[in-house]
């Protein structure tokens, strides 16, 4: 099974603020979507809870919540204590490729054990609260990119890119 890691971050890797996207790209969340449907995603408990109740649990998609909170609830979810086990439910259901949405703890432990990134690259520096992890460029091969152009519904500039581990 293939582990990848989906994200959209700024230059200063910020991810999130408050809880939420600092940032309205209209363009990543449908390319987000796109990716991640028909696939098993794997969240910590404050992404999930950051995702506005009328889209959860993300459609088109088995939602697997890790949280060290064994009472947690998340409705038409698996509830799991750990990535790994995450992992292994989406394995044994035979997915071919589990992508990590977030947050910040569960990309961290996520790293060391992806095969590809997903990253959409915003060209800007913004505040925020939360992190993606610094990527040692010279473990990844960059496969792909395309660039958007910021627009009258996208206040800055991105580019989606995939990388690949090398081995």
């Not at 947690?72 to 979810?77: L, N, R």
């Not at 993606?132 to 989606?160: G, I, M, T, Y």
Request: charged content about 25%; glycine content about 4%; aromatic content about 10%.
């Amino acid at each position: 099974m293939i582990v990848s890691l989906i994200a959209a971050l700024t230059q200063n890797r910020v991810i999130g603020k408050n809880n939420d996207l600092p940032w309205h790209l209209p363009d990543d969340m449908k390319y987000f979507m796109n990716t991640t449907k028909k696939h098993h995603v794997v969240m910590g408990r404050k992404n999930y809870e950051s995702i506005p109740e009328k889209f959860r649990p993300l459609p088109n998609r088995q939602n697997i919540v890790v949280s060290r909170n064994i009472n947690f609830q998340a409705p038409q979810c698996i509830v799991t204590d750990s990535l790994e086990k995450a992992m292994t439910i989406a394995n044994e259901a035979g997915e071919k490729e589990l992508f990590v949405i977030g947050g910040a703890e569960i990309y961290h432990l996520a790293m060391p054990l992806a095969d590809r990134l997903y990253l959409t690259e915003i060209a800007a520096t913004l505040e925020g609260d939360t992190y993606f992890p610094a990527v040692d460029k010279s473990q990844w091969r960059e496969v792909s990119r395309v660039n958007h152009d910021a627009d009258n519904r996208h206040l800055f500039a991105f580019d989606f890119v995939q990388y690949q581990k090398k081995n």
